[in-house]
């Protein structure tokens, strides 16, 4: 019993991890049709910065502050300068934005060294709680929170908001909207620094979480979370959620278990999905 809710608790938490870029990815691919794959280059830039304003400040949360402001900066310049240009062309928006990942990724070596850099939870997030037999985690319970109080914040938004209500309605109908007199392309613009800003916030907790980071950190977590994104249905939030808990405990338990399957299993999940159900397992009508 002890094993399984430890496994559980691990899962839950790298599936909130997985969830904070899968929610951005989201946003940015399920409403906005846009195939961003310099997503994981944020999340990177976010564990960076966060780790980097944490080491100055001696601030966690200043910290994810920090790793929050870069998010927002950077996807202020991809969404302008980057992916502005090529709207509507799929083919393009995967060739542009997967070499600005690349260089996202170079300029991490070049501002911080290409070396791994080592990272340690604040001390009030140290250490465990103690339940019977039962250990768990402090840090592991705060990502867990962390990302359900997203989840509620961005659904909320989206479904009882005016901003929420004009971001569904312009997916819909771009055209009436602006005949409407509000400027869709700058919702969007938020829309796409939101998701940035979501995407840093996760890769700034994964610090503590997994110990280290290094500059190829954002492709290998891009990929859980275009999985994630898939299964859950595009353009659901709800969906996203639940698909990256699923993501993160069928991956903690096959590391254990399974150990030999663990990579492959996402990619099996997510095959068996898209065999059975294309439109993925959450996906919004219509």
């Given at each position: 019993?002890?094993l399984?809710?430890?496994?559980?608790?691990?899962?839950?938490?790298?599936?909130?991890?997985?969830?904070?870029?899968?929610?951005?990815?989201?946003?940015?691919?399920?409403?906005?049709?846009?195939?961003?794959?310099?997503?994981?280059?944020?999340?990177?830039?976010?564990?960076?910065?966060?780790?980097?304003?944490?080491?100055?400040?001696?601030?966690?949360?200043?910290?994810?502050?920090?790793?929050?402001?870069?998010?927002?900066?950077?996807?202020?310049?991809?969404?302008?300068?980057?992916?502005k240009?090529?709207?509507?062309?799929?083919?393009?928006?995967?060739?542009?934005?997967?070499?600005?990942m690349?260089?996202?990724?170079?300029?991490?070596?070049?501002?911080?060294?290409?070396?791994?850099?080592?990272?340690?939870?604040?001390?009030?997030?140290?250490?465990?709680?103690?339940?019977?037999?039962?250990?768990i985690?402090?840090?592991?319970?705060?990502?867990?929170?962390?990302?359900?109080?997203?989840?509620?914040?961005?659904?909320?938004?989206?479904k009882?908001?005016?901003?929420?209500?004009?971001v569904?309605?312009?997916?819909?109908?771009?055209?009436?909207?602006?005949?409407?007199?509000?400027?869709?392309?700058?919702?969007?613009?938020?829309?796409?620094?939101?998701?940035?800003?979501?995407a840093?916030?996760?890769?700034?907790?994964?610090?503590?979480?997994?110990?280290?980071?290094h500059?190829?950190?954002?492709?290998?977590?891009?990929?859980?979370?275009?999985i994630?994104?898939?299964?859950?249905g595009?353009?659901?939030?709800?969906?996203?959620?639940?698909?990256?808990?699923?993501?993160?405990?069928?991956?903690?338990?096959?590391?254990?278990?399974?150990?030999?399957?663990?990579?492959?299993?996402?990619?099996?999940?997510?095959?068996?999905?898209?065999?059975?159900?294309?439109?993925?397992?959450?996906?919004?009508?219509?």
């Amino acid at each position: 019993m002890e094993l399984f809710f430890n496994l559980t608790i691990n899962g839950l938490a790298t599936g909130m991890l997985i969830f904070l870029l899968a929610a951005g990815l989201t946003l940015i691919f399920g409403l906005m049709d846009v195939l961003n794959f310099a997503h994981g280059g944020l999340f990177a830039w976010g564990a960076y910065s966060g780790v980097w304003v944490y080491a100055l400040t001696d601030s966690f949360l200043v910290g994810i502050l920090g790793a929050i402001l870069t998010g927002l900066i950077l996807g202020f310049i991809t969404e302008k300068w980057i992916i502005k240009p090529v709207y509507g062309n799929h083919v393009q928006q995967i060739l542009i934005t997967l070499g600005f990942m690349l260089v996202l990724s170079e300029l991490l070596k070049v501002v911080w060294g290409p070396n791994q850099i080592a990272v340690s939870a604040p001390e009030y997030l140290k250490g465990s709680w103690e339940i019977g037999d039962i250990l768990i985690i402090k840090y592991r319970a705060f990502i867990i929170l962390v990302g359900a109080l997203v989840y509620f914040i961005i659904h909320y938004i989206l479904k009882k908001t005016k901003i929420g209500l004009i971001v569904r309605a312009g997916v819909m109908n771009k055209e009436m909207i602006q005949a409407l007199g509000i400027n869709i392309n700058r919702v969007f613009l938020y829309v796409f620094m939101a998701g940035a800003a979501m995407a840093a916030l996760g890769g700034a907790l994964l610090g503590p979480y997994s110990g280290v980071i290094h500059a190829e950190m954002g492709l290998e977590f891009a990929i859980l979370a275009f999985i994630v994104v898939v299964i859950g249905g595009m353009g659901n939030i709800t969906g996203s959620v639940l698909a990256a808990i699923l993501v993160g405990l069928t991956g903690s338990y096959m590391a254990y278990y399974v150990p030999d399957l663990s990579l492959a299993v996402n990619m099996i999940l997510m095959a068996v999905v898209l065999i059975f159900k294309p439109t993925g397992l959450f996906a919004v009508k219509g």
